[in-house]
């Protein structure tokens, strides 16, 4: 006899799998919450406009894309049935006090996320922040309503705060990493640590899937892709990126060059001729 599953379970390995390159373990996320978290000026034109940037990665194949449920709302008629959504689900703005810029609040729940057909929600810990305690209990909530609807949970494991001296240093990475997957997450997006040598260390500390967060636009394509390449040689599950696509020109050559590195394990050399 074989063995039957919760319904939960079942509805989570199946979302899990079409966020994960359709089974294959492996994924290309854009990530674009980018208008709450730091404004407007993120965008270069036409990216201001959601719908163009993500007609464009939709396009080049991304495997799924991180949005806000507002810019879900306004956008669906360019991404859907083409591509996964995760639904961000908690959020600040860069415009508070820097005394509160080290929590995160809800901006959606996991019930809007299934309202709209979201293969997987995403929430911020600041781990090692004063307000830790703030968002582990917010975690613990949006992980209890992800077990109940078979949805799963993307953890944006920022180690930050007042006592964190080098955010991207491999212990406080690969804590923060190992800490998510305990509380709960199914995938990691975490800093990266400078070298394939110390991201695989993050990766073997972590019994879930690891994805790099994108980070601030490198001067040429090639040092962006180099760094992907240095995941996927590391374990890393793939690559959660926003300014490194969409402040460029080119937008869809770079998304095509990442995906020829994450799924194809294409060389830096060969994935750099898409871009030009
Ligand atoms: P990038 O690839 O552009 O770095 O996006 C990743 C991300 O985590 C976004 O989801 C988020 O809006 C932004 O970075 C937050 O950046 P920070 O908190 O470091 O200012």
């Known amino acids: ?17 079409r966020i994960l390159g359709k089974g294959t373990g492996k994924a290309v996320v854009l990530a674009m919450d980018h208008g709450i978290e730091h404004g407007p000026k993120d965008f270069i034109q036409p990216h201001l406009d959601p719908r163009v940037i993500i007609d464009k ?23 859907a049935n083409k591509t ?9 703005t860069s415009l508070r006090p820097s005394d509160k810029q080290f929590t995160q609040d809800p901006i959606a729940t996991v019930k809007d996320a299934v309202a709209l057909g979201a293969d997987g929600v995403a929430a911020t810990v600041y781990w090692g922040a004063p307000e830790e305690d703030v968002m582990l209990r917010q975690f613990t909530e949006i992980a209890a309503e992800c077990e109940t609807y078979g949805m799963p949970l993307l953890n944006l494991a ?26 709960g997450a199914d995938i990691i ?4 640590t400078g070298s394939e040598e110390t991201f695989r260390e993050v990766v073997r500390a972590t019994p879930i899937p690891v994805m790099m ?5 490198t001067e040429t394509p090639e040092q ?3 760094v992907v390449k240095g ?42 001729k898409l871009t030009e």
């Not at 996964?84 to 600040?92: D, E, F, S, Y």
């Not at 997006?189 to 990266?192: G, L, P, S, V």
């Not at 590391?234 to 990126?241: D, E, L, P, S």
């Open 1 to 17: 006899m074989e063995a039957t599953y919760t319904a939960s379970a079942v509805g989570k390995n199946i979302r899990l799998q």
């Open 57 to 79: 990665v939709v396009k080049a194949g991304v495997d799924a894309i991180m949005l806000p449920r507002g810019l879900a709302r306004l956008t669906w008629k360019v991404w």
């Open 84 to 92: 996964a959504l995760i639904v961000k689900v908690t959020g600040k």
């Open 158 to 183: 920022y180690p930050r705060g007042p006592h964190i001296a080098k955010k991207e240093d491999v212990e406080i990475v690969r804590y923060a990493a190992r800490a998510a997957a305990e509380v």
């Open 189 to 192: 997006k975490t800093y990266w």
């Open 213 to 217: 967060s994108g980070g601030t636009k």
């Open 224 to 226: 962006f892709l180099r």
């Open 231 to 272: 995941v996927m040689n590391a374990g890393g599950a793939g690559v959660v990126v926003g300014r490194n696509v969409f402040q460029r020109e080119k937008a869809t050559e770079m998304m095509r060059a990442i995906l020829k590195i994450v799924h194809e394990d294409a060389s830096v050399e060969e994935a750099l």
